[in-house]
């Protein structure tokens, strides 16, 4: 358990607060009793196979049935065996097929404060248009993409074009460096790199294309790079042979691709995250379990209605615009905001604004955009009537009980329920979170797991331990949405997930449950930090460091932060006898072009050593108390502070 897990256990232990959803929520609910959410989740747990038998035929498109429910050898589970989907087709034609081809399923809205609403019919167009243009620049089914663009709809064009034809797409968020874009076209040996040829942020312009070509020199298995303009900067250089503007190529196709049948284990994406160890791994999900669970747990957690407007806040460059602004809300039909800007740009108000504008009914965000609103002050949340807003959600990481106070109060008027989503990349959809009609919540629990997970809190060992207590969160019982493994990394996959807890699933965090039966995530059991919501490895951003010719060795760890969660604290040992604010201006820069702004350290102490036991781990946890300036360690910046430190602290 990490100290700053600590602090929170101590806080939220005296969390005694509930709150009931409103009666009037209720009664249009979804799952609007406890008696209907007990029954959904006793036959998943009891009657797994023919639950989920139910569900995927009722809910995903069949072009040829499947036989066996789900093939559980762990670690490797099959759904849906030899079945036939498209999860674009789930997407897309469906809807059509239903009656909802003249719904908006993009209302988008750009930085600039340009805009565009495209119906599911006009979906359809355009991702059969670029997946008929993937095909013409030589993309097959298995072929990987990756995709580096500003949130446009074109991103999630993109991506459904690859479902498409059943090519795996690997979105990487457009704050990372080239080196971050080299290594994971490397990793997935990409044929393509989708991109544009800038993005907006605050004002200014990123010149993508440029990160793209630096990265594109180390990445030899890349033949072809589509480039979207955004911007309209002409000036754009485009290497004859290998580059092409999207509307050169994707304009001219034909508006109607049929979507191949695909098996339902077909890969539908790669999404890298980190882990515990300096490469980031390239979480595998396959098609019709992931496409069932995103459009399930969508409708579950967000109660989702015919006339709602839906707005998850999330980039797509993480898993939550996955899963929750592309497959789950698009396979359920609805209506989905999509936004590409800052929401402080022009001004602090943006987020408001566009809920006014749109009538936003169901706002997704997270607990440090929260508290940065928070922070920026109530004057701006004031100016605009949010009304429409009839259910708030949460995710990334635990939500503080004051920052869940203030949204509840200030964002939904003390009317709206809270769902705190508790998941992870690799689980690819929601697992723990509150039903919004039936569950009353309290402030930091993501309260309860959803039908067919069923959870565990155990030791090292893999035995139960007493769970008001808390300990290791495992999944007993594989799910539609599991990952299906760690790209080209087998071992990776066993070892991280599977190794410890014979056959559970581990889920990296610690937790606890209450005696009521709600869980409360306490932090990571391993190295990964959680900035701003966006999950990093220490070892990640230590090798960043290490990279510079000047430093020896670094330490990183996560200290707390008001407005992200977690900032990231690196001490580092370097050749320069006196090192100061210029180099430590320049690592923070190294860090940025190896990793991305994102990783970027917030404090860099020199030191003359870096802590560690006797068999070489660099300690951590003492670190981490100097980081959060727990420790009277007097003057840390010498050796002799950190080692003596070290050496009584291993000697207790
Ligand atoms: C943390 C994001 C507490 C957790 C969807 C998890 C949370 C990691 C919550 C996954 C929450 C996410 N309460 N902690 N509601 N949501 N986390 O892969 O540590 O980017 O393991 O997926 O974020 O981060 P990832």
Aim: proline fraction near 5%; aromatic fraction near 8%.
């Amino acid at each position: 358990m990490t100290d700053t897990a600590a602090g929170q256990i101590d806080h939220v232990f005296h969390e005694r607060r509930l709150f009931p959803p409103p009666a009037e929520f209720t009664a249009k609910a979804v799952i609007r009793s406890q008696e209907q959410y007990d029954d959904l989740y006793q036959r998943a747990r009891d009657d797994r196979d023919g639950f989920w038998k139910q569900e995927a035929e009722q809910h995903l498109h069949w072009f040829e049935p499947f036989g066996e429910v789900c093939k559980w050898n762990a670690p490797h589970a099959e759904w849906f065996v030899g079945g036939k989907t498209n999860a674009s087709y789930n997407c897309i034609d469906r809807n059509i097929d239903q009656g909802r081809g003249d719904r908006a399923a993009i209302i988008w809205e750009g930085e600039p404060g340009d805009t565009r609403t495209l119906t599911y019919n006009e979906l359809k167009s355009e991702v059969c248009k670029c997946a008929a243009a993937l095909r013409e620049l030589g993309i097959q089914t298995g072929d990987v993409v990756s995709i580096y663009m500003p949130m446009t709809p074109e991103l999630a064009i993109a991506m459904l074009a690859c479902a498409r034809i059943g090519a795996i797409h690997s979105v990487i968020f457009a704050g990372f460096s080239a080196e971050s874009i080299a290594d994971r076209n490397n990793d997935a040996q990409a044929k393509m790199v989708i991109t544009s040829d800038g993005l907006h942020r605050r004002g200014k312009v990123l010149p993508l294309k440029v990160t793209v070509d630096e990265a594109l020199e180390k990445s030899p298995s890349v033949q072809t790079c589509l480039v979207l303009r955004r911007i309209g900067n002409d000036d754009v250089p485009m290497k004859d042979g290998r580059d092409v503007w999207w509307h050169d190529v994707v304009d001219k196709q034909s508006d109607d691709l049929p979507a191949e049948p695909l098996d339902s284990e077909t890969p539908l994406f790669i999404l890298y995250t980190s882990g515990s160890t300096g490469k980031p791994k390239g979480i595998l999900h396959s098609t019709a379990g992931y496409n069932l669970w995103a459009k399930r747990t969508f409708q579950w957690v967000f109660d989702h209605r015919d006339d709602d407007v839906y707005w998850c806040t999330a980039d797509c460059g993480w898993i939550t615009g996955h899963t929750y602004i592309v497959y789950g809300p698009l396979a359920a039909g609805a209506t989905c905001l999509m936004f590409e800007g800052a929401p402080n740009y022009p001004a602090e108000d943006r987020f408001w604004e566009l809920v006014e504008k749109y009538k936003v009914t169901i706002l997704y965000t997270a607990p440090t955009a929260i508290r940065a609103f928070i922070k920026w002050g109530d004057q701006h949340v004031d100016k605009h009537d949010l009304s429409s807003l009839r259910l708030l959600g949460s995710v990334g990481e635990g939500i503080n009980p004051e920052a869940w106070m203030w949204y509840h109060k200030k964002i939904g008027g003390s009317s709206c329920p809270i769902v705190d989503t508790w998941w992870q990349t690799e689980t690819g959809g929601i697992m723990m979170s509150p039903l919004p009609g039936i569950t009353a919540t309290k402030p930091g629990s993501c309260t309860q797991p959803l039908p067919g997970v069923v959870p565990s809190i155990v030791d090292e060992t893999g035995a139960s331990v007493d769970a008001e207590h808390g300990g290791m969160l495992c999944i007993d019982q594989p799910w539609p949405g599991m990952l299906r493994g760690v790209w080209g990394d087998e071992e990776r996959f066993v070892e991280t997930y599977w190794a410890t807890v014979k056959g559970k699933y581990l889920t990296g965090d610690n937790a606890r449950c209450d005696k009521d039966g709600y869980y409360w995530i306490m932090g990571r059991i391993d190295d990964v930090i959680n900035v701003s919501g966006h999950r990093l490895s220490t070892i990640e951003v230590e090798s960043a460091l290490v990279s510079h010719e000047l430093v020896c060795e670094a330490a990183v760890v996560g200290r707390p932060d008001d407005l992200k969660g977690q900032a990231i604290a690196a001490f580092v040992t370097v050749t320069d006898p006196n090192p100061g604010e210029e180099l430590r201006q320049e690592l923070r820069m190294h860090v940025r072009k190896q990793i991305g702004a994102l990783a970027q350290p917030d404090d860099i102490r020199f030191a003359a050593a870096v802590p560690k036991t006797r068999s070489g781990k660099i300690m951590r946890r003492l670190l981490r108390d100097i980081a959060a300036g727990r420790e009277a360690a007097g003057d840390t910046s010498t050796l002799e502070d950190y080692s003596v430190l070290a050496t009584l602290r291993e000697e207790e």
